[in-house]
């Protein structure tokens, strides 16, 4: 099983600062088979970003995805209040199929 | 743009057995894709339970297959789970959604249904 870790657990930042999202895998992932989502309380999760750095539909540009084999990034480059939620990170392939980081909260 | 709701009771009792269902409106769910639940315990992270293609075909997660079943209706645009032998930990909200074309992420979701197991 390929195990997803997402770090920190909890980041602190204000409206107009950058955010930096980690997400390590276990084993190398194919880059095209990464995927980050974002989760609101009482909401659904959200597609943002898939392949790695391919933004979904609809996602502002201040949203983007980077990395490669183990290592994975989402980055916010100037926080909206509506950003604060929790992130995950998804990979695709192995068993199960389908793998999610535990998942960062981002605060205010 | 697809949509996806789901359905079923709130409140099973242990050792019963957790039935939902979720409707596709404004797309086929005989499309190219493939349909999913994943699931998420109170103040938890997502959990992926199980996926179906409009053939029939299926593949579910190693740590529930034993107790999980899914199946499509394509007359009635929708597919279902159901999940055996629940206890407590079995508490959750669970998704429905679409798998994306490339394979690999999910680009559709349902609203989410919580399912308590309790006496």
């Known amino acids: 099983e390929i195990v997803l870790t997402q770090s920190p657990g909890t980041l602190s930042l204000s409206p107009g600062e950058r955010a930096t999202l980690s997400c390590r895998a276990s084993q190398s992932v194919t880059s095209a088979y990464l995927a980050w989502y974002q989760q609101k309380p009482g909401q659904a999760p959200r597609l943002l970003i898939y392949g790695a750095s391919s933004r979904a539909t609809g996602i502002p540009d201040r949203f983007s995805g980077s990395g490669s084999g183990t290592d994975f990034t989402l980055t916010i480059s100037r926080l909206e209040p509506e950003d604060f939620a929790v992130y995950y990170c998804?990979?695709?392939?192995?068993?199960?199929?389908?793998?999610f980081g535990q998942g960062t909260k981002l605060e205010i | 743009q697809v949509q996806l709701q789901e359905s079923g009771p709130g409140l099973v009792k242990p050792s019963g057995t957790l039935s939902l269902t979720c409707a596709v409106s404004g797309g086929s769910i005989s499309s190219s894709n493939w349909w999913i639940w994943v699931r998420q315990p109170p103040g938890r992270g997502l959990e992926w339970i199980a996926e179906i293609y409009h053939s029939g075909t299926t593949n579910y997660s190693p740590s529930l297959k034993s107790r999980v079943t899914i199946s499509v209706d394509k007359s009635k645009n929708q597919f279902s789970l159901k999940l055996s032998s629940v206890t407590a930990a079995d508490t959750a909200v669970y998704y429905c959604?679409?798998?994306?074309?490339?394979?690999?992420?999910?680009?559709?979701w349902g609203q989410g249904a919580l399912v308590t197991v309790s006496s």
């Open positions: 959604g679409r798998v994306a074309r490339t394979g690999d992420h999910f680009d559709s």
């Open positions: 998804q990979q695709y392939g192995g068993s199960p199929l389908y793998t």
